[in-house]
Each structure stands twice: as structure tokens, then as C-alpha cells.
């Protein structure tokens, strides 16, 4: 399955290019070429209703048992920065505001200068907001709040050209989705002599940068199933879906940047920021004097924890399964399309994570701005020391200190995290800090050293929770009143949106919580007839009758909640056979991190109407009896 091309800029800088033309010239051209030859019409239109339950699986057997997913889970994850987007629009431009230049062209499109634009940047009287692309200008202030990489991302280029935001955020090119949207915003052409600024900037950009953002990315294993490479999405292979832990070179890879690549010398200086600002606030709410605001400077500073210092604590694991928001989001196509990546059910996988609990970690940073003095590599704290013990005391100590920590500081909601690529999320103080919560700052896989794909050198694990929560390249913690800001937090594609809702600007974002602990999912990997015959006589069944077919699949809960139950049904629901879970059963209680695998051996399925294949189904059940529901028509 081919990869996108780079974009033609890349093309051009990397010498390959036959054409004689600026770097921005065959963008021109695809533009131009996409107006004629892109249609679109209302059913076409993306909208992010999303589930909070995902719908159960379905799958289609026919000659060679290969199937179909129909849909389960349509959280949407952010495929773009720009214009990757999650509804049509149409806009008009406000004759009053701006007056074309008097400038002939074929397309009759009214011509703008860049100054007119920069003055349509969303702070003017008029709110309005311009942007150009390959030439041409558009009016995308209907779709800011529609915006799936939220709407701050797409505001860097208010009053201003896309191209350079679209030379790092390249998933715009992975379809043609946002040209067909665009289409609808297009409301005039820039100026040539603008256009040309433009593109000389580019080139600018391109020389001063000496290399390609991505040229440094990690070799992947053909095995994937990729998406898009710059930035690479790739997901698993459903023939691949077996097993129970996942090879790291077949782990499901999704990135919004380039990969960090650090120095050997970038990571001996490594430090891993601690705010614990919270706390001190807390301490200082009255009574101050100057003296006191000196101390209390003091114990604002960040504490600064190297990689051997968070390895001489003590070790643990933790197996947990971790899923794209947006696996699944294919099955939704069915219906209506989608913005953001097509994924199948494969941006899912399991690892053994190793590293040192998120509580010690801020217990280390307490005691050093305590001492106030960063510990230095040689002054590290050894596993077994008496800093070291007071992080592991008895469970009675430990629920005692976090209630007392919870009472004493009230407006203690959230724990952010911060990544060296710049993305910003967190989760809640009690997922957080609890001694059951599992959190963990990651620096092994899999018994083997982080791999850059997957968040080296450290990372943070949220298990149950959705892998987003879950940042990669982890350079900052800190204890926080409000929940992280951003768009990976608090952007479109991280809200549960009824599905009565097609456009974001009917509802306050702000007032709705972004995504965490997830819910119920389930997936069918394989289906096979059970008494076995010749291909030729697999023709033979008849419409409507009955036979017997086998199924194979996994299934999983968020919260370290139990897969207790996993249903199959080969007749839309008339009947249901309980599969028999085969591996992930034995999870402690209420800390089931991982998924498990299961088999259906005899399920009756009706024939259908081609006479060739049959259709299944399956759910999960949880421990607390969450199930999915039995179709997504009424979730989209």
C-alpha cells in the first residue's frame, strides 16, 4: 500500500523534480486541477458525532474468510493541523470589508493583495479570518471552530499563507479531503507578485532549515500498515492482530510531529521538569511578607530530574494495552465520511512497559526543591536509600499521605504533561496519584530500551485511559488547578460530541470535558467456515440458510475495567453465542490494563443474499455490564 508522495516543495528542494519551476508551482497546478476535478456534495460532509461507547464489531465472510469492519469506536483523533477538517462550509467574503483589485483572470475570480489579507487576520472589526494557499485566498472563519487540530493551530496562519505550517504538518497531502474543502472557502486569487513572495520564503525556509524535518525518522517494519509517513500513522495489520503482546516493531505508531532526535550528549543533560508550583501557591495564601515571597520564589523553581536519577528508583511494570482514539474511525465511512485517518481496527497494540511510579518521580522532585539544590548525577538517589523508602511505604501510609495530600490541597485537579515536541495533555490528580492508578514514567518496552517511535527517552503510561494521555518524549510534569491547554486536550477531536451535532460552534467546548478513561471495544480478526470444503463448493450456500462459522478477536476496556463477557451473533442479533476468552482473563480485579484475546468455535450465521458470505458481530461486556451498542447508525 504506497505511502503519499512528499510534497511537491520537498520534491523540488531534494533535486528530483524535472520541472523548471518555483517550489511552489506544482502546488498551483494541483489546485487548479483539484477545482475541476473534485466534486463534492452534502453527503460527503464530515461530522464528528462521537461515541462514547464504541458500536460492536461486524465482519463479512466470504471465499477466503476475509471480512469487513462496519464500526466501533469514532472518537476522532486529529489527523490535521490545517485544514484537515470535520465539516463543509461555505463561506462568503464581505464585499464591505475588502475591495478586489481591478485585475483580469480566466477564472474570474476576484484578486486580493497580501496586505488585504493580513488584514483579515480575526482581530479587525469584522473578525473575519484569510488565509492563502498555492495562489489562491480563502475565507475559513465558519470552519475555525470545525478545525480537528483545533482551533489555535489553524489560527497560525491567520492573515497569512498555509504553506509553511503545511511543510511540517504534511497529513493535509495523506487525502484529498482538505482541497475539497477548501474548495468551498475559496473566495478570490492572491496577487502574483505576492504569490511569489511567498514561494521565495519557502525556498528560504527550505535552505535555512539545511534538511527535511524528516529525514531523520526511524527505519519501520514493512509489517505496518501505513497511513501516512510525515508524520507517520501506521497501524497494525488485522492478520498481525495476534499477539498478546505486541512486537515493538509491529506497535501501532501515530505522531503529529517529526520524531525527536536527541544527541548523546542532549540525553547526558536531559532533565525531566517538575512543576510542583501548585503547592507552593497553596502554602502562601495569606500573611505574606517579603521574606516570605523570597522563600516562596524559591520553592517555585522547577526541579530538574536526570534519566539516572528516575532509573535508581525503584522499578515496576505494567502490561497495558493502548489504542488511537480514532482505530476504527473507517468502519464510520460506510455512513458518512470522516476526517482524519482511515483507520481500520489496528491502531491498537500491548506492551510491557518498565519505569519508575509517577509518585516517586514527584516525591524525588519534592525532596530536592525541599533540599533546594538539583541533585546532580553524582549526588543520585540509590534504590533502597532513605529518600527512596519514604515512597514506598506500607499501603496504609500511602492512602493516609494522598488523602491528607487531596485535603490539604483541594484545587490539586490535574497533572499535565508536556512533551519535547510541544504537545501538552493531562489527566486528572486521582488517576494521577493514586497507588492504584498504575502511572508510570516509561523508559523500557518490552524488556528493551524506549525506541524513538515510541516516546525515547522517556514517556509517560495511563493505562486504561486513551493513548493520547499517553505522551511520548516526556520533558515536563507539573501539578495543575485546570486541565492541560491546547489542542490535543482541549481541541475538537478530544470532546464526546452528541450526534445530533454537525457543526462546533453549536456547542461550548470549554464547558465539555476532554477525553480520558475510555470505554468498551472489540474487534473480529478472523472467521472461517467450520466444516471445511473445497473452494469450489463454497458457492454452493443458499441464501437464508444456516451454517456454522468460527471467529477469532480481541476485546478491551478502559479504566482497568474487566472483559467479564464477549458475545458473537451470526444473525443480526436474533442470537448470541458467548465466546471463550483465551488469554488476558487472569487480570487483577478492576486493574485489567490490557485487552484480552478470545474464540468463538460454532456460531450459527445466515447466508446472505449473494449466496457467498455471511455476516458476524461481536461485543464486549465489561465488568461494571458497559456493552456496545449494536449499531453505529445512530451514533455517527
Request: hydrophobic letters at 35%.
Amino acid at each position: 500500500e504506497p505511502t503519499p508522495p512528499p510534497p511537491p516543495w520537498q520534491l523540488v528542494h531534494s533535486g528530483e523534480s524535472q520541472f523548471d519551476t518555483s517550489p511552489i508551482g506544482i502546488i498551483h497546478a494541483a489546485i487548479i486541477v483539484s477545482q475541476f476535478f473534485f466534486t463534492v456534495d452534502d453527503q460527503s460532509a464530515p461530522v464528528l458525532a462521537q461515541p462514547i461507547s464504541s458500536s460492536q464489531s461486524t465482519a463479512a465472510f466470504k471465499h477466503d474468510a476475509n471480512y469487513f469492519v462496519t464500526a466501533a469506536s469514532a472518537i476522532a483523533a486529529a489527523s490535521g493541523v490545517l485544514m484537515g477538517s470535520s465539516l463543509l462550509c461555505q463561506c462568503e467574503a464581505n464585499a464591505a470589508l475588502e475591495t478586489p483589485i481591478d485585475e483580469e483572470n480566466d477564472d474570474e475570480l476576484p484578486t486580493y493583495t497580501m496586505a488585504q489579507v493580513k488584514r483579515n487576520d480575526g482581530k479587525g472589526t469584522d473578525k473575519r479570518v484569510w488565509m492563502t494557499y498555492g495562489g489562491f485566498v480563502y475565507d475559513v472563519t465558519d470552519f475555525i471552530a470545525n478545525h480537528p487540530g483545533g482551533s489555535e493551530k489553524i489560527l497560525l496562519a491567520a492573515g497569512g499563507s498555509v504553506e509553511p505550517h503545511w511543510h511540517l504538518y504534511r497529513q493535509h497531502f495523506a487525502s484529498d479531503l482538505p482541497q475539497q474543502l477548501m474548495e468551498k472557502m475559496l473566495i478570490g486569487q492572491l496577487h502574483p507578485t505576492d504569490q511569489e513572495k511567498v514561494d521565495d520564503d519557502m525556498e528560504k525556509l527550505i535552505d535555512d532549515e539545511g534538511e527535511d524535518p524528516y529525514e531523520h525518522e526511524p527505519i519501520r517494519s514493512p509489517l505496518l500498515k501505513v497511513h501516512g509517513d510525515t508524520p507517520m500513522n501506521a497501524e497494525v495489520r488485522v492478520d498481525n492482530l495476534r499477539d498478546y503482546i505486541t512486537p515493538v516493531a509491529e506497535f501501532y505508531i501515530r505522531h503529529h510531529h517529526p520524531v525527536p532526535l536527541l544527541s548523546e550528549k542532549e540525553v547526558e543533560d536531559f532533565r525531566l521538569d517538575v512543576d510542583l508550583s501548585l503547592l507552593s501557591k497553596a502554602n502562601s495564601t495569606s500573611g505574606k511578607n517579603d521574606d516570605d515571597e523570597g522563600k516562596e520564589k524559591k520553592s517555585q523553581k522547577l526541579a530538574k530530574i536526570s534519566l539516572a536519577q528516575i532509573k535508581s528508583l525503584p522499578k515496576v511494570e505494567v502490561t497495558t494495552t493502548l489504542q488511537c482514539s480514532g482505530n476504527r474511525r473507517s468502519g464510520f465511512n460506510d455512513f458518512r465520511r470522516t476526517s482524519g485517518t482511515p483507520w481500520g481496527q489496528g491502531a491498537i497494540s500491548t506492551a510491557k512497559w518498565g519505569g519508575a511510579r509517577l509518585v516517586d518521580v514527584l516525591m524525588l522532585a519534592s525532596e530536592q526543591l525541599a533540599n533546594d539544590e538539583n541533585v546532580s548525577p553524582s549526588k543520585e538517589v540509590k534504590k533502597g536509600t532513605a529518600s527512596t523508602s519514604k515512597n514506598t511505604g506500607t499501603l496504609p501510609q500511602t492512602l493516609q499521605n494522598l488523602q491528607t495530600l487531596i485535603d490539604q490541597y483541594p484545587n490539586l485537579q490535574h497533572l499535565r504533561f508536556e512533551s519535547i515536541d510541544g504537545m501538552h495533555a493531562s489527566i486528572d490528580s486521582i488517576k494521577a496519584l493514586s497507588p492504584f492508578g498504575d502511572v508510570i514514567i516509561a523508559y523500557e518496552m518490552n524488556d528493551e530500551p524506549l525506541p524513538r517511535d515510541h516516546g525515547y527517552p522517556l514517556r509517560a503510561i495511563v493505562p486504561g485511559y486513551a493513548a493520547v494521555r499517553n505522551v511520548k518524549w516526556l520533558s515536563k510534569l507539573e501539578l495543575a488547578e485546570e486541565q492541560a491547554m491546547g489542542a490535543w486536550q482541549r481541541g475538537l477531536n478530544y470532546k464526546v460530541l452528541p450526534p445530533s451535532v454537525v457543526d462546533a460552534k453549536e456547542v461550548d467546548l470549554d464547558r465539555m470535558p476532554g477525553l480520558g478513561e475510555v470505554s468498551v471495544f472489540s474487534g473480529i480478526t478472523h472467521v472461517s467456515r467450520v466444516d471445511e470444503v473445497k473452494s469450489d463448493e463454497k458457492k454452493k450456500m443458499v441464501p437464508g440458510e444456516t451454517v456454522l462459522v468460527k471467529a477469532s478477536g480481541w476485546a478491551w476496556a478502559g479504566g482497568g475495567r474487566n472483559i467479564v463477557r464477549v458475545d458473537v451473533t451470526g444473525n443480526s442479533g436474533e442470537s448470541w453465542s458467548n465466546a471463550n476468552i483465551t488469554q488476558g482473563s487472569n487480570q487483577q480485579y478492576k486493574k485489567a490494563w490490557a485487552w484480552v484475546f478470545w474464540e468463538s468455535p460454532s456460531i450459527p450465521a445466515t447466508v446472505c443474499e449473494d449466496g457467498i458470505s455471511v455476516e458476524l458481530s461481536c461485543k464486549g461486556v465489561d465488568i461494571a455490564f458497559n456493552t456496545q451498542p449494536e449499531s453505529s447508525d445512530g451514533i455517527w
